[in-house]
Each structure stands twice: as C-alpha cells, then as structure tokens.
C-alpha cells in the first residue's frame, strides 16, 4: 500500500516516513499540495496521505478539497497531521473530508493507532 506524506518540512516528513515503512506501506514525499497533487496527476496515487495544514503554494485544507472534487480519488484516506489544535479547525478538516486528524508533536503509536481505526494496519499482539 502506498502513502504519501505531504508537509513542507523535511524533518517532519523523515519522521512520518519512518513511521509507515515500518508498519509496512511504501511512501512518497511531497513538500506542499500542489506538488502532490501534481504527483497524482502523474500516476502516483496513494492509498493514504499524510497531510499538514499550513504549507506554501496549497495547504492541506485545500488539498484535501481537491482530492473530494476528483471523483477517481474518492477512496483515498486522508489524514491531518498538524499543529492546528483548535475544534474549529478539526472540524473543518472532518466536514473537507478529513478521516482522521492528528496533533503534533505526536508519539509513532499515535499514528499507528489512527491508522488502526481506519483499518489500514493490523493490531499487533
């Protein structure tokens, strides 16, 4: 399963990138929606995508608007990884199409936990 980490910085997305190659998915990178986007007009489209709110060029807000207006990306899980903590935000991300939102800083078991919820990685024992 492949999932793309779509955040401006370079650090954040080494440390998400971790996270998924060892719960088992194969990942790309992009530094903003636009370039994701741009990627899955390509021909590489994810399974899940990790997306952070505040990025030049598209935000993640926007970006997740644009992949629910693509009707062939419609089966693609979307989750917010941010530091935009506020139940204002979280509940536009959720009304945009946002299945699941995370905080930052972040712990790997939260992540792995989200992505349990949404049936993406098994429960290990």
Not at 24 to 46: H, I, N, S
Request: overall charge negative; some cysteine.
């Amino acid at each position: 399963m492949l999932a793309m980490v779509i955040d401006d910085s370079r650090a954040m997305r080494a440390i998400l990138r971790r996270i998924v190659t060892e719960l088992g998915f194969e990942c790309t990178e992009a530094g903003d929606g636009q370039e994701a986007l741009d990627k899955m007009r390509a021909g590489e489209v994810p399974e899940l995508c990790l997306v952070d709110w505040n990025m030049p060029v598209l935000d993640g807000l926007s970006f997740i608007q644009a992949v629910r207006a693509t009707a062939e990306w419609r089966n693609i899980t979307l989750m917010m990884v941010t530091t935009e903590g506020e139940q204002a935000q979280i509940v536009r991300a959720l009304a945009a199409g946002a299945h699941e939102y995370v905080i930052k800083p972040f712990t790997p078991d939260a992540i792995e936990e989200k992505l349990q919820l949404l049936g993406l990685v098994g429960v290990r024992a």
